[in-house]
């Protein structure tokens, strides 16, 4: 599965993507990479940037990403195409330095695919993700003269997945020529946090999210049970605390305890759930 080459900084860039052509101007997402192949079966293999995943065995940090794919595919779009040489690349969207409305900022964003020999132009990876179910990174804004723009003086518009600036802005070119803009003050991460974690299992799965959770679910066909519930919940707080429980040296034992206990907790008055 071919890996996706780092983008430089618009100071560091090829000469020919600002002297010529058109830009597209695509939100710059504060995520992980992730990419994935599918076979001829509809089966998908995934990645992030260094390693390929053996089949049945995605980090317990991406596990969100990987089921949002699985779920949200066109399976009768891609049963019979061709995808033999193609790779799709997205960001799983999960805590990194700005805290996204995860409530409606999708699990992961299209932004890149590689077909054959190239990495396609960026409206044809539009077309791509959407043909097969997933949505695009956005696009602040299409065909822009790459003569006339000017780094110095341009400022990154609002984010489309949170209420306030992007992360930064990615310069893409039809021929494949890439660069990357931050915005003033967001070109470096944040070290971990270290609340309470036992306080922040509270504060995040309340009775309302259970309920909610719980409706998810059953309109899914999955059973709520405490080990569905478990799982989602999980999965769900690694993504919108990644920054906090996800790293080497983060024992997740009592974030583990501590969910099961607000499941069980909401199960009890309810039999038969």
């Given at each position: 599965m071919k890996a996706y080459p780092s983008i430089p900084a618009v100071d560091s860039a090829p000469d020919e993507l600002l002297d010529g052509g058109h830009l597209w101007l695509q939100?710059?997402?504060?995520?992980?990479?992730?990419?994935?192949?599918?076979?001829?079966?509809?089966?998908?293999?995934?990645?992030?940037?260094t390693t390929v995943f053996p089949p049945g065995d995605v980090p317990v940090e991406y596990r969100h990403a990987t089921r949002f794919v699985q779920r949200a595919l066109d399976y009768d779009a891609v049963l019979g195409a061709d995808l033999e040489s193609v790779v799709f690349y997205c960001v799983a969207m999960h805590q990194q330095t700005i805290d996204y409305d995860w409530?409606?900022?999708?699990?992961?964003?299209?932004?890149?695919?590689?077909?054959?020999?190239?990495?396609?132009?960026?409206?044809?990876?539009?077309?791509?993700?959407?043909?097969?179910?997933?949505i695009p990174v956005n696009t602040f804004a299409k065909e822009v003269r790459a003569v006339d723009f000017d780094p110095d003086s341009y400022t990154v518009p609002e984010s489309n997945w949170y209420d306030g600036q992007a992360y930064g802005v990615v310069l893409r070119?039809?021929?494949g020529e890439q660069a990357t803009m931050h915005a003033d003050g967001m070109d470096s991460e944040l070290g971990p946090e270290d609340p309470d974690t036992a306080?922040?299992?509270?504060e995040f799965v309340t009775p309302r999210r259970l309920e909610q959770t719980a409706g998810e679910l059953s309109a899914q066909g999955q059973s709520p049970d405490a080990d569905t519930l478990f799982e989602h919940l999980f999965e769900q707080l690694l993504r919108r605390f990644h920054r906090t429980l996800v790293g080497d040296d983060v024992d997740l034992t009592q974030v583990r305890s501590r969910l099961s206990a607000r499941i069980n907790e909401f199960l009890e008055p309810t039999t038969g759930r």
């Open positions: 939100e710059l997402l504060d995520g992980t990479l992730l990419r994935f192949r599918i076979d001829d079966s509809g089966g998908v293999r995934f990645g992030d940037r409530d409606r900022t999708p699990a992961v964003l299209g932004i890149d695919v590689w077909e054959g020999d190239r990495f396609l132009p960026p409206d044809a990876v539009e077309q791509a993700f959407e043909r097969i179910g997933l070119s039809k021929t306080e922040l299992v509270d």
